[in-house]
């Protein structure tokens, strides 16, 4: 009799558990919420991004949850991937946004990195960011990424791990540019008043969005100079200006540049612990794309001046996983380089 209401209550915790596994997602989001967590400060570039996505990806998820803003700041977003990877619940209702190149911190030995990139679900980006190099005109006898092979060219910078001070170093490193750091600015913006003073000559490692968002008179005016585009595509806008990866003389040194120039299709990217069912996975991907092309998104999108170039969530997985599969020869060659 004992052993036949054991059978029994395992049996029937048997067809619970299968029916709670065959859940489809519209009847696992009924009703829920998803929190989208935020790496970094109200108010930041991320920040909007992700709260302008929230208003809007939740009429796209089967079964519609709510979808709630939440920040997590700390350490350039670095702790929310931590968070992600060890500890947030792995339903699905837990997605979150770092930085654009926060996932690649492992290959470098960072050690505080406490998490493997390739193996997040990654959701979309919402942006393929383009990053240029600028001088302002007139000011040096640089005017074309061939003068820094011979001209010294002083560009601000904001801080060792930004894109101001990491994109010059490797650049110089590889390619061998001679662009001399200034660093300590408090921010971007301080930098471009920096060039205008003229206590700089020019900024390397600067999104191309934010030059048109911020500085689109400066274009206009001509009183800046592209001289090379940070990214693995070039920018509809930049048909003319070279290309990074397409300066490197040798295979060693494109995968240098691939290596740390990849993080720019992450530009503004989302993404899921690992273990989330693959339903969930490829429900939340699909919502993301949807909304990348949502007309009432992409209309209050506008009206803010953010730029939406989206990337698939599988096409994210696929470049993490290249990266991460770079020689180590190479990786450990880039992080000298930075160091």
């Known amino acids: 009799m004992r052993a036949s209401k054991v059978f029994a209550a395992c049996a029937i915790l048997a067809v ?17 919420t998803i929190d989208m967590m935020i790496g ?38 670095l702790r929310l991937a931590n968070w992600l990877y060890n500890v947030a619940n792995k339903n699905g209702t837990v997605i979150g946004t770092i930085g654009r190149g926060t996932g690649f911190d492992p290959l ?8 493997d990139g390739n193996k997040f679900n990654w959701i979309g980006s919402a942006n393929d960011e383009v990053s240029v190099c600028v001088v302002w005109t007139g000011r040096t006898k640089v005017t074309k990424f061939e003068d820094l092979m011979t001209m010294p060219l002083n560009v601000g910078g904001t801080g060792a791990a930004a894109d101001t001070d990491q994109f010059p170093r490797i650049i110089n490193g ?3 540019t001679q662009m001399k750091i200034i660093t300590g600015y ?3 913006n301080d930098v471009n008043l920096a060039m205008e003073r003229g206590e700089v000559d020019g900024r390397c490692g600067w999104s191309w969005s934010s030059v048109v968002s911020t500085r689109a008179s400066w274009v206009k005016d001509k009183k800046i100079t592209v001289l090379m585009q940070l990214s693995l ?23 240098i540049l691939r290596l740390i120039f990849a993080r720019q299709a992450l530009g503004r990217p989302y993404l899921a612990p690992p273990g989330v069912p693959d339903d969930r996975v490829a429900a939340l991907r699909k919502a993301f794309m949807d909304t990348m092309k949502d007309k009432d998104f992409l209309a209050e999108a506008s009206k803010a001046k953010i730029e939406i170039t989206p990337i698939s969530g599988e096409a994210l997985q696929k470049l993490v996983g290249e990266i ?3 020689p180590p020869a190479i990786v450990k060659k880039a992080a000298d380089i930075l160091k």
């Open 108 to 115: 470098f030995g960072h050690k505080v990195a406490q998490f």
């Open 186 to 188: 408090p921010g971007g």
């Open 233 to 255: 595509e070039k920018h509809p806008d930049l048909p003319d200006v070279p290309l990074i990866t397409d300066l490197a003389k040798n295979e060693e040194q494109r995968q």
């Open 16 to 32: 619970l558990g299968g029916g709670a596994a065959a859940q489809s997602p519209a009847e696992f989001y009924k009703g829920k």
């Open 40 to 77: 970094y400060s109200v108010g930041g570039g991320y920040d909007v991004y992700a709260r302008l996505i929230a208003r809007h990806i939740g009429k796209h998820v089967p079964g519609n949850p709510l979808v709630t803003p939440k920040n997590m700041e700390g350490a350039g977003s």
């Open 324 to 326: 991460y599969e770079t």
């Open 174 to 176: 590889v390619l061998g």
